[in-house]
């Protein structure tokens, strides 16, 4: 099982390349802090707020099924984000 701290790193790599991505997508499209792009960087800063909590919760039965279920969401959350940048770069 891959540790806890390597868990953490990995949610804090992805969101953060995908508000350095949104940040590079305003500075190229001249559009500085659009309000689409801080709709995303909120929306990113969220789920790593959530899903920090989620690792840092003391009280799992089960920390395998745990730790699994919020990788799984990482993924899930990240795709939904690239996809709706991808949506604002087109």
């Known amino acids: ?7 953490k790193k990995d949610i804090n ?3 953060g390349d995908i508000i350095e991505a949104v940040t590079i997508w305003e500075a190229g499209s001249g559009n500085k802090e659009t309000e689409e792009g801080t709709v995303l960087i ?3 800063i969220d789920v790593f707020d959530q899903l ?11 920390q395998k099924a745990h730790f ?5 969401e990482l993924e899930a ?3 939904e984000l690239v996809e709706q940048l ?3 770069a087109n």
């Open 1 to 7: 099982m891959a540790s806890i701290r390597d868990l």
């Open 13 to 15: 790599f992805v969101l």
């Open 42 to 44: 909120d929306k990113a």
């Open 52 to 62: 920090m909590d989620k690792v840092n919760q003391k009280d799992v039965e089960n």
């Open 68 to 72: 699994s279920a919020i990788r799984n």
């Open 77 to 79: 959350k990240a795709t």
């Open 86 to 88: 991808n949506s604002l």
